[in-house]
């Protein structure tokens, strides 16, 4: 059976930075009350022409650069999104159409923040079964869309970003070691975004009640990250036989400065054992860990041969955590550009919509 390793990361943030001060001019808040309750500085918004698939390009193919893999050479793309483009079509079928991924399959998949572990776990599934060798996963959110800047529980919170890993089969052992992954229905109203579904399909109402908006109860959400957020690290160590002993990292969801100290007192660990940046960039749900990751690599945190766990939590509610074994890319002797593959790609997709377009022509008149 063979090992899936995560060989390539990434991450993208819009260049505009919000700081508290600029939200306190929005809604009666300030700095102080910010850092103090949530750790957080400032965060970034997306401007007007960038979308989740965008983000999440530009954080595929530095995690493609860093793996050493060609679009091309994607059998699957996992898109993990809070915040996704469409209902349908997916913004993992976008991300694979922008990169040239030409045989990989690509969907969505929503588990709210902690999608972004669900869909390495789903994509180190395949890859262990033997039936692809080479994942995406992408973590990508313009929450900012969906916040309410007149709503101060929630407008401070979150961030726009992606981050992104690969995937790939290897024989030698290490990669991701276990995944658990854990949901609770009873919860689902705690932390919503109800309009525009076919429950509250968009309508003068949905707009008039806010539906569109983010919409949370924070302390319940708080008590619920710090009930689940240590207990499922110990559950993805136990199987392993390992403790938190064994650890170089744990990277969080980055929530809120507070919910980390809390689970770093359950865990019985130092703080500084876990990789936190949530005072630049928010909440960006699902995009959060990989960003986290990614800067933590960048920075020479997270080193070849350490053994981490990633672990989230949110809307669901849902919750997991992963134990991995950093081994990076896989040596190759063949350099390839994955940043080159863009062109190909957009001529790639105007050609497929021509032949689309002539032959919805010709079998116009032939009927
Ligand atoms: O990915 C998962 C996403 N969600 C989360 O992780 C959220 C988890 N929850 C939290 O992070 C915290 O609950 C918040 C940061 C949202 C709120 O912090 P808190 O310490 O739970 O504050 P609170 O809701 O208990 O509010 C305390 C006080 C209230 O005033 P009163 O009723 O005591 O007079 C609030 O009205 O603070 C007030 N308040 C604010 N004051 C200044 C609430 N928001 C603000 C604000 N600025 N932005």
Redesign the pocket.
């Known amino acids: 059976m063979p090992f899936a390793h995560i060989t390539g990361w990434g991450m993208h943030v819009p260049e505009p930075v919000l700081t508290n001060n600029d939200i306190a001019k929005m ?4 700095d102080e ?2 850092r103090d ?2 750790g957080i500085r400032e965060r970034r918004i997306a401007r007007e022409h960038e979308f989740p698939s965008t983000l999440g390009v530009e954080a595929a193919i530095k995690a493609l650069q860093v793996a050493n893999l060609a679009p091309t050479e994607l059998d699957l793309i996992i898109c993990a999104s809070s915040s996704p483009e469409y209902i349908f079509p997916s913004t993992a079928c976008l991300i694979q159409d922008q990169l040239g991924a030409s045989k990989a399959g690509a969907f969505d998949l929503q588990a709210a ?1 902690t999608g972004f572990i669900f869909a390495t776990n789903m994509a180190a599934q395949a890859i262990r079964s033997g039936s692809i060798r080479n994942a995406l996963v992408v973590g990508t959110e313009v929450l900012s869309r969906f916040v309410n800047w007149k709503d ?2 929630t407008c ?2 979150f961030g726009d970003g992606a981050g992104a890993f690969v995937l790939q089969a290897s024989d030698s052992p290490g990669g991701v070691l276990s995944a658990v992954m854990h949901s609770d229905g009873s919860g689902a109203d705690s ?1 919503t975004l109800l309009g525009g579904g076919s429950r509250y399909p968009a309508s003068e109402t949905t707009i008039h009640e806010g539906k569109h908006f983010i919409q ?1 109860d ?2 319940e ?2 008590r619920f ?1 710090t009930r689940v957020m240590g207990r499922a690290v110990i559950e993805a160590l136990e199987p392993l036989k390992m403790t938190t002993n064994d650890l170089q990292w744990i990277v969080p ?1 980055q ?2 400065y507070r ?1 980390i100290e809390t689970a770093a007192r359950y865990l019985k660990m130092p703080l500084d054992k876990f990789v936190i940046n949530v005072d630049r960039y928010g ?1 960006t ?1 699902t995009a959060s860990i990989p960003i986290a990751t990614a800067e933590a690599l960048q920075q020479g945190k997270i080193k070849s041969g350490d053994k981490i766990v990633l672990v989230g ?2 809307a669901g509610l849902t919750w997991g955590a992963m134990v991995v074994e950093w081994t990076g890319p896989i040596p190759a002797k063949k350099h390839v550009h994955p940043e080159q593959y863009r062109r190909f790609a957009r001529l790639r997709s105007f050609v497929r919509r021509a032949i689309r377009y002539i032959e919805g022509f010709f079998s116009r008149r032939e009927l």
């Open positions: 809604v009666e808040t300030n009350w910010i309750r949530t923040c101060r529980n401070i919170l932390l949370m924070g302390k959400v708080f990250a969801h929530a809120n919910i909440n749900s939590f949110g």
